[in-house]
């Protein structure tokens, strides 16, 4: 079982940026996948982010270039440092662990609650 607690998250404006966090509980976090999804209002949740245990990165088209993940095994934490927010940002952002299709919602199964990320343009 790994429970995971986002945080992070918060208003900000076009242009700037912000370092969410992922803390999860367990011993097996190292071997998991983790990814991070978004979902805005009235839309699907989609793809942000995804860094693998062999530390692997994978990221959305929208989002390549101005977001970075990284992971801290020892700490067991996974962090997004977004740059260059824009208004289409805007949306709940969720952290996962799990491993396959980790570019899906499929290849996760541990799902944490959400942060509000909201840019004013």
């Known amino acids: 079982q790994v429970q995971l607690v986002e945080s992070g998250g918060g208003l900000v404006q076009a242009g700037g940026s912000l370092r969410l966090s992922c803390a999860a509980s367990?011993?097996?976090?190292?071997?998991?996948?983790m990814g991070w999804f978004r979902q805005a209002p009235g839309k699907e949740r989609e793809f942000v982010a995804a860094?693998?245990?062999?530390?692997?990165?994978y990221y959305a088209d929208s989002v390549k270039g101005r977001f970075t993940i990284s992971r801290d095994n020892a700490k067991n934490t996974v962090a997004p440092q977004m740059n260059s927010l824009k208004s289409e940002d805007t949306a709940v952002y969720y952290c996962?662990?799990?491993?396959?299709?980790?570019?899906?919602?499929?290849?996760?199964?541990?799902w944490g609650q959400g942060t509000q990320v909201t840019v004013s343009s």
């Open positions: 996962a662990a799990g491993g396959g299709l980790i570019t899906t919602t499929l290849g996760y199964v541990y």
């Open positions: 367990g011993r097996t976090f190292s071997s998991y996948a």
């Open positions: 860094i693998s245990w062999s530390t692997n990165t």
